[in-house]
């Protein structure tokens, strides 16, 4: 059997996993690889009590791995966009080809790696850098390749799902769970990448790029985290029949491509409301196959592995073959990819939950529907909760029908103005996903 000598590049939560994983499946990853899959060597600057490396070559400097003349495919686990890039193209400048799960480093510098590695025959796959074990790179460039996609909705960071799953069902503290997604591996190294939005934003992009045959870029994208979501909208969310996600979303429209990651609303009977804890899933609507669902575990040492694992698979058994018969990175050829127009948030259309605090009393809430109906915004539901003892002002919550964010910046902006309401009004985007 032909054999495939493998070098490893950091050996944290998901380079142990791979370790692991490889070493107790090797037999039928063999059999899957058509060919020997070997870890000759493993770059980490420290020893991980997880793994038994006895019978490895371990080194401390990784780039020794990237340039070892033994390996044909580098698996590049260390994250960030420093080392990390200067790591891939040292592999890739080696000849090697190279397996990453880094989202970061694809999303900043995928265009130019990408094409580098093109321009000499060699595979960057990259299927852990997007919902952790779930197979949504292949899926979705491979699976769906008949397909016009129309819209991607994703909650794609285990983190922050994991995390509003706590808040919402024990009513934990948000800091609180955020301490034991990072006791589970779950979290980004920095964890304000997580719970901003950062890190499902850099897992956006490369999802768009694949859906809408367009370059890499964060440029345009409009990234909220869940950092400012407060308890109580999770509640009163839940008695309007919605749960609150945090969902990465890439929408083909007329005027051009949304990209936009942000807590939202989604209805409960909807395929993804569902999904709870670390687990990541994406709906993608399309014109042949209609709306498709892949869920699993987003986030964690085996999960990940089983991405990466199935990648080296995927490069060692086809590591003879010639560049035609190989899949893009991103679909279709580099050359292919067209530039997008990128929506700005304003000009985006969805329905809105709004919550403010008004004062309980005769006409005012005539006010505040009139200016909706004046800016021309339909209110689908309207709530007044009930005047807590010894409070003048009550909370009201609007569920709007869909409209132009900017039509919503309006009304706001004229509500905040009335006397009769205290404070800012919260806004949070709702979507269907129905169609
Ligand atoms: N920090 C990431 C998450 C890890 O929580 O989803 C997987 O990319």
């Known amino acids: 059997m032909r054999s495939v000598q493998v070098g490893i590049c950091g050996l944290g939560t998901v380079g142990s996993g791979v370790f692991n994983v490889i ?7 063999n059999d899957r690889a058509n060919c020997d899959i070997n870890i000759l060597q493993v770059g980490a600057r420290r020893d991980n009590p997880d793994c038994d490396t006895a019978s490895v070559d371990v080194v401390r400097d990784i780039f020794e791995v990237a340039k070892n ?15 990390a890039y200067d790591l891939v193209m040292t592999a890739l400048k080696n000849n090697k080809h190279v397996v990453t799960a880094n989202k970061a480093l694809i999303a900043e510098h995928g265009m130019e790696i990408f094409s580098f590695a093109a321009s000499k025959g060699l595979v960057v796959a990259y299927e852990a850098a997007v919902a952790g074990g779930i197979p949504i790179i292949k899926g979705l460039r491979e699976g769906l390749s008949a397909n016009k996609i129309n819209w991607i909705a994703g909650i794609i960071n285990g983190t922050t799902n994991f995390i509003l799953t706590e808040m919402d069902t024990k009513g934990r503290d948000f800091n609180d769970v955020l301490v034991e997604a990072q006791e589970k591996g779950y979290a980004e190294a920095d964890p304000t990448f997580d719970v901003e939005g950062i890190d499902a934003a850099h897992k956006l992009v490369i999802l768009a790029s694949i859906a809408f045959e367009m370059p890499l870029t964060l440029d345009g994208l409009y990234t909220d985290g869940i950092t400012q979501l407060e308890p109580q909208d999770v509640a009163y969310a839940k008695e309007l029949g919605y749960a609150i996600k945090h969902l990465g979303i890439a929408r083909q429209t007329e005027q051009g491509v949304e990209l936009r990651v942000h807590p939202t609303l989604v209805p409960h009977k909807s395929m993804i409301a569902g999904v709870n804890d670390v687990a990541n899933a994406v709906m993608v609507n399309a014109d042949a196959v209609g709306t498709t669902l892949f869920c699993g575990p987003g986030a964690g040492a085996e999960p990940t592995a089983s991405s990466v694992i199935a990648d080296i698979v995927d490069v060692a058994r086809t590591i003879d073959a010639s560049a035609e018969v190989k899949v893009n990175a991103l679909g279709c050829p580099i050359s292919q990819l067209e530039q997008r127009n990128i929506m700005a948030i304003e000009e985006i259309e969805t329905s809105f939950y709004m919550r403010f ?9 005539s006010d505040i529907t009139k200016i909706m109906g004046d800016s021309g915004i339909s209110i689908e539901a309207i709530v007044q909760k009930e005047q807590p003892v010894g409070e003048d002002y009550v909370n009201v919550i609007i569920v709007t029908n869909v409209t132009q964010e900017k039509l919503l910046n309006t009304a706001v902006e004229r509500i905040e103005k009335l ?4 404070d800012t009004i919260k806004f949070i985007r709702v979507e269907h996903l129905d169609q």
């Not at 605090?357 to 809430?365: C, E, F, I, T, Y």
């Open 357 to 365: 605090s008004a004062l309980d009393k005769p006409g005012v809430l």
């Open 23 to 29: 070493s107790r499946n090797s037999s039928n990853i």
């Open 419 to 422: 006397e009769t309401v205290r």
């Open 69 to 83: 003349p033994d390996i044909d495919i580098v698996v590049e686990l260390i994250g960030g966009t420093t080392v």
